[in-house]
């Protein structure tokens, strides 16, 4: 079976740095893998049109350079194609629009092996995680139930029982949903920072770790001081637009336009 260096990491307590990727272009994730410098790729497929055989190709191209994955799965249908992505070989899931104990326990049991010990609702399927064989057997389990688990807390109704949510067992992170939770909730700007410290406070309570999202580094040094490890930064569609959006304007404030001929 494959190793799954993300959950190495997780298991080791060592910290981690992600990048995210919108394009289900394999060579998109090859390219991240080639710049040895990220732990794993986030596929974002709640965000974009994909195929299942794209997950099969995003998990052989990070494969190449022993890259970890990750897919980030919107609320509808998840547990499908949380199943498909491990089957394609993706180390970890994210869940996103997780409002409920009963939504994390679900979510969790869906990557889980189907056996008396794991108690989860994956069973035997002869996916490309388990090729050549059909699956089933203890290697296969065994890379199954090592899955990381990340939720996103970004709905209004997560903080009805916050503990009891993040308390779910097989739960490796929490990523936070400002925009989401602003949009959910109605609440200001002022009103969704202090929720937000109430989620990291709570992530403490239950020994749960936060990651953080950034499109830059501004804020790096000051997080990794109060003691975050995990994050994520960029989107491959921000960096690409930021990028051409510098290279097209530097070039048009360089440009001259030509004298007029005259006779």
């Not at 394999?26 to 991240?32: F, H, I, Q, S």
């Amino acid at each position: 079976m494959r190793q799954n260096p993300l959950r190495e990491r997780f298991a080791d307590g060592r910290p981690t740095i992600a990048t995210r990727v919108m394009l289900p272009d394999p060579a998109v994730t090859e390219a991240v893998g080639q710049t040895g410098v990220f732990d794993y790729v986030e596929f974002l497929a709640e965000y974009n049109a994909f195929t299942l055989h794209d997950l099969d190709n995003i998990g052989r191209a990070a494969e190449l350079h022993g890259l970890g994955t990750m897919v980030k799965l919107d609320y509808e249908h998840n547990r499908y194609l949380a199943q498909r992505a491990v089957g394609s070989g993706f180390g970890g899931v994210l869940f996103a629009d997780m409002r409920t104990r009963d939504d994390v326990l679900r979510a969790v049991a869906s990557v889980r092996p189907d056996t008396p010990g794991h108690g989860g609702t994956y069973g035997a399927a002869a996916r490309r995680n388990a090729r050549p064989d059909y699956g089933g057997g203890a290697a296969y389990v065994r890379s199954v139930a090592e899955t990381v688990v990340g939720v996103m807390v970004e709905k209004r109704e997560s903080f009805d029982d916050l503990d009891a949510l993040l308390s779910v067992p097989g739960v490796d992170f929490v990523q936070w949903g400002p925009t989401d939770f602003g949009m959910s909730s109605g609440k200001t700007a002022g009103e969704i920072d202090a929720v937000r410290s109430e989620l990291f406070a709570a992530c403490a309570r239950n020994g749960v770790p936060a990651r953080i999202e950034l499109a830059g580094l501004d804020e790096f040094n000051d997080l990794c001081a109060q003691g975050f490890r995990h994050f994520s930064l960029g989107i491959d569609i921000d960096i690409l637009f930021r990028s051409w959006k510098r290279l097209g304007t530097e070039a048009r404030a360089l440009l001259r336009t030509p004298k007029a001929v005259t006779s």
